[in-house]
C-alpha cells in the first residue's frame, strides 16, 4: 500500500505563495501519474494539476499561469507551487497518485488533504 502525506497548507494573504508537498512512501514497483486534487467547501473536488512519471504536466485553466506541478521521482514527492493565491484558491487540497505493486497490479491512493486558506 502506499501513503500518501501532504504538507505546507495555511493561512495567506490574496497574493502570496505558498508550495505544498506530498510525499509518498510504502512497497511499490513504481509511480505513475501523481496529482492534485481540491474541494471547496460546497463544491464538488476539482483537479488542479497532473504529472507523468516522465515529468508531463497538465494544469487545470483556472490556475494555468498560477500554479506549477512538479515532482522529484527519487524521493517519491510531488510539488504545486502556488503563486498569486486568491480567495477562491481556498479548499481543501489532496494529493492522488497511480501506482503499481510487486504483482503489477495498478492502483491508487489519496492523501489525507492540507488545508490553503487565502484571506485578507
Known amino acids: 500500500q502506499v501513503q500518501l502525506v501532504e504538507s505546507g497548507g495555511g493561512l495567506v494573504q490574496p497574493g502570496e505563495s505558498l508550495r505544498l508537498s506530498c510525499a509518498a512512501s510504502?512497497?511499490?514497483?513504481?509511480?505513475?501519474?501523481m496529482s492534485w486534487h481540491r474541494q471547496a467547501p460546497g463544491k464538488e473536488r476539482e483537479l488542479v494539476a497532473v504529472?507523468?512519471?516522465?515529468?508531463?504536466?497538465t494544469t487545470a485553466d483556472s490556475v494555468k499561469g498560477r500554479f506549477t506541478i512538479s515532482r522529484d521521482n527519487a524521493k517519491n514527492t510531488v510539488y504545486l507551487q502556488m503563486n498569486s493565491l486568491q480567495p477562491e484558491d481556498t479548499a481543501v487540497y489532496f494529493c492522488?497518485?497511480?501506482?503499481?505493486?510487486?504483482?503489477?497490479?495498478?492502483?491508487?491512493?489519496w492523501g489525507q488533504g492540507t488545508q490553503v486558506t487565502v484571506s485578507s
Open positions: 492522488h497518485a497511480y501506482w503499481v505493486n510487486y504483482i503489477l497490479r495498478s492502483l491508487s491512493s
Open positions: 510504502g512497497r511499490f514497483f513504481s509511480i505513475n501519474d
Open positions: 504529472i507523468s512519471s516522465g515529468g508531463t504536466t
